[in-house]
């Protein structure tokens, strides 16, 4: 007894290289491998699983039997094995091996069969057995082996339990396996025979699943779900004869099956719809676009789909890829929108891949030993990432990143490989790296050579300094700031001449003078291009030292600034100006509601505050000007989050406050500015760091237009003159957030502000739009942008005050650098952003909160809402599928049938020409107050999702109770059912 | 090679054997001693031979891999020679001492297959430019008893014929490159087709005029020189190669060349019924090294 014999198991196996590897296995056959049935004489099985059946009640196998089932039994008709009766069942390990191979769920299923003992499930271990084990033949398939290890393994029963008068049947879905089996004289039925002959079973036989009679899957016969890639001479050539396009493809931020490629030639970007027609082509790269007859063109779908929430409804039936695939088609088909048709495309090949790595985090495996695992990116426009690793529980609750390797033509996810681990899930380090990565945000310490460019501490002003520079210590100069602002880079003096006319200096950092050109320092401030600020963090672009000490203008203390000084007439015209460099000293640092106190407090009338007064007179006038020239006031719903700096939690959330002074900081700023573009352009009309801010297409109004024509509201978007007066015109009583809300809608209507270096375009395009100037820069920030750097350096060589260098006159240079600062900036935007947003989740983690919330965008299955309490923009799914859980939740209610028939399902009706959804007597537009309630699910640290729900208005069915009065909205329903 | 220390009347008498026409252990001038060969013992590997001439014992493995080719042979597969001296076979090899010897033996090798005669390298190639098979044949010498080019010739001819390669399918293009995946089936195999592959004869000239071939170690302490000629099935003369300080006169050299040709044919011939044979035993057990 015991072992008999060593087998080799030889397959060859081919890695992600390509390389192709023998593999062999060791694999020892026994003779003690027992039958498991308790009758049975011969095996010394301790506790036999398998006992003595009860009489059949088959009419086809009158006596009483054992099962033995095949694979596609198992496969196919697990509800079937899962029903009371059907006990006594021997599976073969073939056929849990094959089981687990072909469907993990099922597998999953299979297990918790033969651990219930109830069931007498018995597996046997047939592939170890010396008489059963079978090698596989030449011409032989996978399939038809393991089909055949099955029979001999039905065969041995058979043979075995003859002594003991016990019967065994095989049953199988496959007629040719079962005539194969009765060709060895054994016994063998299809499911649906051996049910049907069942006499006490009627319900059963509805369980059996149709169709399912096997189609004798060939393995080899290798499924592949894309369309090949087409090589680059070919993409070549025909993009030459133009029959295919090239663009850069951009995955929608709503909808993760659609995208959108951007081609030149073409007023609209070509629509991409299905993963089959996007083809493996990831957000950002440069792709081949094929498009597709006309009478194929599609319109944008209005749904949101997100991936997360697909995968999850699907888990529960791991699905064929094909099956999957056509089910996110449906989907797509079914909320196809009622707009536009748009030309539509597939990619028919990738120019450049634009893959970088990915932070997010790892799925849940239900087989815990399984080394394959889902990742799930943190930017939702990219696919999940099929990853291999050994150490899942390591894993699970963290931030990772993982690299994509391949996305080969026969795997739905791309598959890539884990790189390292960033740090717990919910952990603020973690999530702000997150972020940080995720936008390409430079966040690394600053090295030793950078720090080695700065001055050495104590640092003094020399005579040298002072005589090169205007001592400008005797003027009242003060800096007006946010609270807690530790980079002070701007400060303001106003004096009254003789001739009645004001003095006006604005005083900036003078960076320029600590960073020079082409040190380490330098190169570094470059990279970065601009401070990140993070809720919670702040990512210098500069060192400390510099940032917060020695540019920062800081209150009493000697520094050197770049100071532009106007002569101002009290009607706010300017007559003159000047740069210099200068040493100044701040007579102090105030907040922006100091500085609003001094000038609101008559009994104050020092020169500061007096000269306050003065620039507050002269920025109002200013700003008239501004505004009447057509500069948009836009607003924004920025939130200030009061961050207990020790527990991380979020103890206040504030609406960012306007006062008067900051319009007052702002508008001389935006003087400096302009000052600095004109000046600069006039001397350097090929090498100037502009900034411009284009006028947006008119399609880009097109939702606000359609948004405000629900409301009844006709904006004019010809200019930006027109729209700020339109924009000024429009108020509603019951709505205070109405016309904040339009001016939010009107900002993501507007185009990214971009830097550009003045040679490379013509003057006409040099407009700011959105400040209504000919021309603009930024001079102001140089603590915390690079390009100010530039505009100083440039300015400091105007006044003679510093020398030029050969990168700084290249317009060429230029203008890829501003091509960098523009990339960095958004980047950096998106993550403040970001991180306003998870700031923003986790205070609201672990508690019910309710909310005034105005409706955004309306979409066939959701409403995007703007809440401006937390200043976030929140997503409501309008499906019947949250109901569906509530109940689960809920089963009190469930118990009720009553409850349930009196409360059908909503049905929403979504109108996309008029823009509204109907439900009931309920209509929703865009701008309505809504009341919402707002929940994280932090059940699972993997799925921390925010969940909204409806209060007010009431839809029945769908919308939720409010917190605090739930107690007695519940007596009203009760009595009105009594009432009935 | 293992240095033997023969006295000079052991040499006589080895030398006037020989010019008698019989040798110590029996043979005559041109008879071979017994070959033993078992292929297919190195589980793990695509190819494996072991083989033992008199005391020789070498073992050769082949293992396939998948790797770009060179660009300027986009579409030619690669074979490489390893050889490895085990101490085990002779006390000079500890350490480097064998380096030489497996050097020149893998030169040796190298030569003898680099012809697209001996070996069609083309069609090794899977993906032209992108993937082709290289054959890696690895030669570790266990024994030295003399004669050990032709015994590792022989070898790497039989563990070549019994390499089987997965079977691979052109699946599709992708992005202008064609994917391939490996049939799942074990049995479903590709072989080298060997039926050019070459073998070493070697000839000692152990006195004057006189050659004889397959030498013992105590033979090959008499003469220095050897000449190794490389034939083809056909007969072909692929390479030769003189070992040993010492000359040939130039009549002995041309009948030794001829000899090597008569005699490489007849043992291609043997080699392949052998193997052939071997091959036709149904459910052969490996005897290995046990």
């Not at chain 1, 320092?521 to 702040?538: G, H, I, P």
């Not at chain 2, 293992?2 to 000079?8: F, G, K, N």
């Amino acid at each position: 007894m015991g072992l008999v014999e060593r087998k080799l198991k030889v397959f060859y196996r081919k890695t992600k290289k390509g390389n192709i590897i023998k593999v062999v296995r060791e694999h020892y056959l026994r003779d003690d491998v027992w039958c498991g049935y308790e009758g049975c004489g011969q095996c010394e099985c301790e506790k036999p699983t398998l006992d003595m059946p009860d009489i059949s009640d088959s009419t086809l196998v009158p006596e009483s039997h054992l099962i033995m089932i095949d694979t596609n039994v198992a496969l196919h008709q697990i509800d079937v094995l899962c029903d009371d009766s059907i006990t006594n069942v021997i599976i073969p390990q073939t056929v849990v091996g094959e089981v687990r191979h072909r469907s993990l769920p099922i597998y999953k299923r299979l297990r918790d069969l033969i651990e219930t003992s109830a069931k007498k499930f018995y597996v046997f271990t047939n592939e170890h057995h010396s008489e059963c084990y079978v090698e596989r033949e030449a011409e032989e398939s996978a399939n038809d082996r393991n089909d055949r290890a099955i029979r001999v393994a039905c065969w041995w029963y058979k043979q075995h339990l003859r002594l003991c008068n016990q019967k065994v049947i095989l049953l199988t879905n496959d007629y040719a396996n079962r005539d194969k089996v009765r060709a060895m004289e054994l016994e063998a039925y299809t499911t649906r025979e051996y049910v049907s002959s069942l006499k006490n079973r009627p319900g059963l036989l509805d369980i059996v699943a149709s169709g399912e009679e096997d189609k004798g899957e060939d393995t080899i016969t290798q499924r592949c779900l894309y369309a090949p890639h087409w090589s680059m001479d070919k993409i070549r050539q025909f993009l030459k004869t133009g029959k295919v396009r090239q663009g850069c493809l951009k995955t929608s931020r709503n909808n993760f099956l659609e995208a959108n490629v951007l081609v030149e030639g073409l007023d609209k970007s070509v629509l991409i719809q299905g993963r089959l027609n996007i083809n493996r082509a990831l957000n950002d790269d440069t792709v081949a676009v094929e498009l597709l007859p006309e009478d194929q063109w599609c319109r944008p779908a209005n749904v949101i789909i997100d991936q997360e929430k697909q995968e999850e409804e699907n888990k529960d039936k791991e699905e064929a890829d094909e099956e999957a695939i056509k089910k996110e088609d449906d989907l797509l088909a079914a909320g196809q929108g009622e707009g536009e048709l748009q030309p539509t495309g597939r990619v028919v090949g990738i120019i450049r891949r634009k893959w970088r790595q990915y932070c997010g985090i790892i799925k849940k495996n239900e087989i815990t030993e399984s080394l394959r695992h889902l990742f799930i990116p943190a930017d939702k426009k990219i696919p999940f990432i099929r990853i291999e690793t050994r150490q899942p529980d390591l894993l699970y609750d963290k931030r990772i990143i993982v690299a994509i390797d391949s996305w080969p033509r026969d795997s739905r996810n791309p598959k890539g490989h884990f790189v390292r681990i960033i740090g717990p899930v919910g952990d603020k380090e973690a999530e702000n790296e997150v972020i940080l990565l995720e936008h390409d945000c430079p966040h690394t310490k600053f090295s030793e050579a950078v720090l080695n460019c700065l001055p050495k501490m104590p640092w003094i002003i020399t005579e040298k300094d002072e005589a090169e520079r205007n001592d400008l210590r005797h003027l009242d100069i003060c800096s007006v700031d946010p609270i807690g602002c530790t980079d002070i880079d701007d400060a303001l003096h106003c004096r009254k001449l003789a001739n009645g006319n004001f003095e006006v200096g604005v005083h900036i950092a003078d960076v320029s003078h600590f960073i020079r050109p082409n040190t380490a320092l330098d190169k570094e401030a470059q990279n970065r291009s601009t401070t990140v600020y993070l809720t919670t963090r702040r990512i210098d672009m500069v060192p400390d030292l510099l940032s917060s000490n020695l540019c920062s203008l800081r209150g009493n203390v000697d520094r050197f600034a770049f100071s532009v000084i106007w002569e101002v007439s009290p009607k706010a015209e300017v007559l003159s100006f000047k740069f210099c460099k200068s040493i100044i000293r701040s007579r102090g640092e105030m907040s922006y509601e100091q500085a609003q106190q001094r000038i609101d407090d008559p009994n104050m009338q020092d020169d500061l505050t007096n000269s306050l007064r003065n620039l507050n007179m002269l920025a109002k006038q200013l700003k008239k000007k501004r505004i009447d020239a057509g500069a948009l006031v836009l607003a924004s719903m920025e939130v200030k989050f009061h961050v207990d700096p020790d527990t991380d939690t979020v103890v206040d959330i504030v609406a960012k406050q306007h006062l008067e002074t900051m319009s007052m900081v702002e508008e001389f700023m935006l003087l400096a500015n302009v000052t600095a573009a004109e000046c600069t352009l006039k001397h350097f009309p090929d090498c100037a760091l502009l900034r411009r801010h284009p006028a947006p297409p008119h399609s880009n109004f097109e939702p606000l237009l359609l948004s405000a024509k629900s409301q009844d509201i006709e904006l004019d978007v010809s200019s930006n003159k027109a729209l700020a007066e339109s924009l000024n015109s429009v108020t509603r009583d019951n709505n205070p957030f109405f016309n904040s809300m339009l001016r939010i809608m009107t900002t993501r209507c507007m185009m990214q502000a971009l830097y550009f270096c003045s040679g490379t375009l013509e003057p006409a395009e040099y407009n700011h739009y959105g400040l209504a100037t000919p021309t603009y820069t930024h001079f102001t920030s140089p603590i915390r942008r690079y390009a100010d750097i530039i505009v100083h350096r440039l300015l400091a060589v105007i006044i003679e005050a510093d020398r030029t260098y050969p990168d700084l006159l290249n317009p060429k240079k230029l203008a890829d650098l501003s091509q960098h600062i523009n990339y960095r900036h958004k980047m950096a935007q998106y993550a403040g952003r970001g991180s306003a947003v998870i700031t923003a989740i986790a205070s609201l983690r672990g508690k019910t909160s309710e909310f005034d919330a105005y409706v955004l965008m309306l979409h066939k299955n959701a409403i995007q809402v703007l809440v401006p309490t937390i200043g976030q923009q929140l997503t409501l799914y309008l499906d019947k599928r949250e109901k569906k859980k509530e109940e689960k939740t809920k089963p009190t209610k469930g118990a009720e049938p009553m409850e349930v028939d009196e409360t059908p399902a909503p049905q929403f009706e979504f109108n996309e020409k008029e823009l509204f959804v109907k439900c009931g007597s309920v209509i929703i537009r865009p701008f309505d107050h809504l009341k919402i309630q707002v929940t994280v699910d932090t059940s699972d640290v993997q799925h921390q999702r925010v969940v909204s729900k409806l209060i007010e208005p009431v839809i029945p069915g769908f919308s939720v109770p409010p917190l605090k009065r739930e107690s007695s909205e519940s007596k009203e329903t009760t009595s009105k059912k009594r009432k009935k | 090679m293992a240095d033997i220390s023969l006295s000079e009347a052991e040499k006589r008498y080895i030398v006037d054997g020989v010019k008698l026409g019989i040798r110590v252990d029996g043979r005559e001038r041109l008879d071979y001693r017994q070959l033993e060969i078992e292929t297919g013992l190195v589980s793990t590997a695509n190819g494996s031979a072991r083989v033992r001439l008199g005391c020789t014992d070498v073992l050769i493995t082949v293992k396939m891999e998948m790797e770009p080719p060179p660009p300027q042979q986009p579409k030619d597969g690669q074979i490489h020679f390893f050889v490895n001296c085990s101490a085990n076979a002779a006390p000079e090899f500890e350490g480097r001492g064998g380096e030489d010897l497996a050097t020149s033996l893998s030169a040796m090798l190298d030569r003898l297959y680099s012809s697209p005669l001996s070996l069609d390298t083309s069609r090794l190639c899977v993906v032209p430019g992108k993937h082709v098979k290289v054959l890696y044949v690895d030669v570790e010498i266990l024994e030295c008893g003399g004669n050990l080019f032709d015994t590792v010739s022989l070898g790497v001819k039989a563990a070549l014929w019994a390499t089987r390669m997965p079977r691979i399918y052109i699946t599709g293009e992708d992005g202008g490159e064609l994917e391939f995946m490996v049939s799942d089936n074990p049995q479903e195999v590709d072989r080298v087709d060997v039926s050019n592959a070459p073998i070493l004869i070697t000839h000692l000239r152990i006195t004057e005029n006189l050659t004889v071939i397959d030498p013992t170690p105590e033979e090959e302490c008499c003469g220095p020189v050897q000449v190794v000629v490389g034939v083809t099935p056909k007969g072909l003369i692929t390479t030769t190669q003189q070992l040993g300080a010492g000359t040939f006169a130039p009549q002995t050299l041309s009948a030794s060349l001829k000899s090597a040709q008569e005699l490489g044919v007849k043992i291609h011939h043997q080699l392949m019924q052998r193997l052939q044979q071997e091959e036709s035993i149904p459910n052969r057990k490996t005897k290995g090294f046990l």
